[in-house]
């Protein structure tokens, strides 16, 4: 799932659902840039996946977080 509400990531964590979460933490931006940071990151949240189920994208960086 992909999602700018932290409540779906207050739910993953407690609960595990949803089982992936991609949490998009970059405030109120354009559809462009939006759409240009996610073609940015890509690979990167594709790969972050195979490593943790909570991957949050901030405007500048990719946070992978552990699964413990």
Known sequence: MVSKDRDFRDSHLLRGAPRRLLVVST????????LAL???????????????????????????????
């Open 27 to 34: 405030g109120n931006i354009s559809n462009d840039d939006l």
């Open 38 to 68: 996610f073609n940015q990151h890509l690979t990167a949240v594709v790969a972050a996946f195979g490593e943790a189920s909570l991957v949050e994208l901030r405007s500048g960086e990719l946070v992978v977080h552990d699964d413990e």
